[in-house]
């Protein structure tokens, strides 16, 4: 188990950038797989991106493909989500998530057994 700390959210204006934290406690964490989520306004969980164990191999939704990056530290136990170039759709409650998962699993919520309490990002337009 690890437990995971979002931060790093905010009010950020259309076209601007935001990069999202998530810190990890516990020694397993570079065992994890890492997510991240979001639920806007009215709108179930989706998927956002993810990142392997390793960090050799990431995938993102299509909506943020080019404009965000997933990375991670795992001598710090940390993972990030760089947001470029935002967009008012992207607001939402991030959340970041941590499981033993790969492949096209790692784009399926359920597949997640550790998360974060999630943290506000809202794009102005």
């Known amino acids: 188990q690890v437990q995971l700390v979002e931060s790093g959210g905010g009010l950020v204006q259309t076209g601007g950038s935001l990069r999202l934290s998530c810190a990890a406690s516990?020694?397993?964490?570079?065992?994890?797989?890492m997510g991240w989520f979001r639920q806007g306004p009215g709108k179930e969980r989706e998927f956002v991106s993810a990142?392997?164990?390793?960090?050799?191999?990431?995938v993102y939704t299509d909506s943020v493909k080019g404009r965000f990056t997933i990375s991670r530290d795992n001598v710090k136990n940390m993972a990030y989500l760089q947001m470029n170039s935002v967009r008012p759709e992207d607001t939402a409650v991030y959340y970041c998530?941590?499981?033993?998962?790969?492949?096209?699993?790692?784009?399926?919520?359920?597949?997640?057994?550790?998360w974060g309490q999630g943290i506000q990002v809202t794009v102005s337009s």
């Open positions: 516990g020694r397993t964490f570079s065992s994890y797989s």
């Open positions: 990142i392997t164990w390793t960090g050799g191999s990431t």
């Open positions: 998530a941590a499981g033993r998962v790969a492949g096209t699993a790692m784009t399926q919520a359920r597949f997640y057994d550790n």
